[in-house]
């Protein structure tokens, strides 16, 4: 399997959610901590990887410019 867009959730032995790592373009660029508005930019396509947290669910958006 060859994924151009992935995310990886990370989180501690007791279930709280800690960071989401970002693969773009088939690449890993980077991760963010899970906060709400945290986001991460893919230097080859500009896209720029959103994080929003509800109270009981949190979206990961993409805004390609």
């Known amino acids: 399997?060859?994924?151009i867009t992935d995310?990886?959730?990370n989180q501690l032995s007791?279930?709280?959610l800690i960071s989401v790592e970002?693969?773009?373009c088939g690449k890993h660029?980077?991760?963010v901590r899970f906060e709400?508005?945290?986001s991460?930019?893919?230097p080859e396509c500009n896209t720029n990887h959103t994080l929003k947290i509800q109270h009981n669910h949190f979206h990961i958006k993409?805004?390609?410019e």
């Open 1 to 3: 399997m060859n994924l």
């Open 7 to 9: 995310y990886r959730v």
């Open 14 to 16: 007791d279930g709280k």
């Open 22 to 24: 970002v693969t773009c």
């Open 29 to 31: 660029v980077g991760e």
């Open 36 to 38: 709400d508005g945290a």
């Open 40 to 42: 991460l930019t893919c």
């Open 62 to 64: 993409q805004l390609k």
